[in-house]
């Protein structure tokens, strides 16, 4: 069983900064893509950025340069830092990794999941 955790999120004034943190944890045998996604009211899921087990990012064009994703293979985890926050970045935040991971004894299964979501509110 594989669990994302989920953790940063909070209350900012406009230009501020932010630190999500996600760490996955359970039978697992791969990691490949991680990434961010955030859903604001009466708006669709929407991709923030994501890395590769390679290390290729991609980011939102609206969070570019102000965001950075990075990942510790070694711990599991993938970080955002989002600096120079607006209230359009208002939303709940969702860590998602592509994972490989064991099933039962001897089998191996690739999924995506999904953390909990952690409310990020940018607000003067």
């Known amino acids: 069983q594989v669990q994302l955790v989920e953790s940063g999120g909070g209350l900012v004034q406009p230009g501020g900064s932010l630190r999500l943190s996600c760490a996955a944890s359970?039978?697992?045998?791969?990691?490949?893509?991680m990434g961010w996604y955030r859903q604001a009211p009466g708006k669709q899921r929407e991709l923030v950025a994501a890395?590769?087990?390679?290390?290729?990012?991609n980011y939102k064009d609206s969070v570019k340069g102000r965001f950075t994703i990075s990942r510790d293979n070694a711990k599991n985890t993938v970080l955002l830092q989002m600096n120079s926050l607006n209230p359009e970045d208002t939303a709940v935040y969702y860590c998602?990794?592509?994972?490989?991971?064991?099933?039962?004894?001897?089998?191996?299964?690739?999924?995506?999941?999904w953390g909990q979501g952690t409310q990020v509110t940018v607000s003067s």
């Open positions: 998602n990794a592509d994972i490989q991971a064991l099933i039962h004894s001897g089998s191996y299964r690739r999924d995506d999941y």
């Open positions: 359970g039978s697992i045998r791969v990691i490949y893509g």
């Open positions: 890395v590769t087990s390679g290390g290729g990012i």
